[in-house]
């Protein structure tokens, strides 16, 4: 259990190391969205990308706690792995909400003619929504992460990947999925 939660761990690491690309991306739409008010998209953006997903493992929570094995553990411990999963629970979700979102956001890779006012609301809404979700993930992660040494577990060192929410906005869709080469490329 403890290996599974420190994998875990090392996931929301990693989502945290991308924060700044997926704020800074979300100020860029903002910005592009005021600028074109009704108008048309002068300036094709072509690159919207989307945040990092990883499902969290909790088979071997689930387990131990089913069948009571977690008992082992001091009621401390208990207490903060209880915590830890919870938080990992809600990463799974709120990744899946996110990425939805961002999938809607991605529209504007291929938007061609003027933002009437249904797709401009529809897109503030899918913009408020990721900032939030972004906020939220981050939030959980950073307070997992200042409790983390409570459990005396480590964050394992990972591998730097190229995120592509970090890619510039304006980087051709080609361009960017030959730098992301990704195992199951993007959607």
């Not at 071997?60 to 089913?66: L, M």
């Not at 207490?79 to 939805?100: C, K, W």
């Not at 409570?150 to 394992?156: E, M, R």
């Not at 730097?160 to 030959?178: E, G, H, I, K, W």
Request: hydrophobic share 40%; glycine share 6%; aromatic share 10%.
């Amino acid at each position: 259990m403890r290996s599974e939660a420190t994998f875990n761990l090392g996931l929301i690491h990693d989502r945290i190391a991308v924060q700044g690309c997926i704020e800074r991306r979300l100020n860029e739409i903002a910005a592009l969205l005021t600028a074109v008010g009704s108008g048309s998209l002068d300036r094709q953006q072509t690159w919207v990308g989307r945040p990092p997903i990883a499902p969290f493992f909790m088979r071997r929570w689930e387990a131990a706690t089913a069948s009571g094995r977690n008992s082992l553990f001091t009621p401390d411990e208990q207490e903060r792995f209880g915590q830890i999963y919870d938080i990992f629970e809600r990463f799974n979700d709120n990744q899946a909400r996110e990425q939805q979102v961002w999938a809607d956001l991605r529209a504007l890779e291929t938007w061609r003619g003027p933002l009437g006012p249904e797709a401009r609301l529809s897109f503030a809404k899918d913009l408020e929504q990721a900032r939030y979700l972004a906020w939220d993930l981050n939030f959980a992660g950073h307070m997992t992460l200042r409790n983390l040494a409570a459990t005396g577990l480590t964050i394992p060192a990972s591998e730097p990947q190229v995120s592509s929410v970090c890619l510039p906005f304006d980087t051709p869709r080609n361009d960017a999925l030959r730098r992301i080469n990704g195992p199951f490329g993007q959607p």
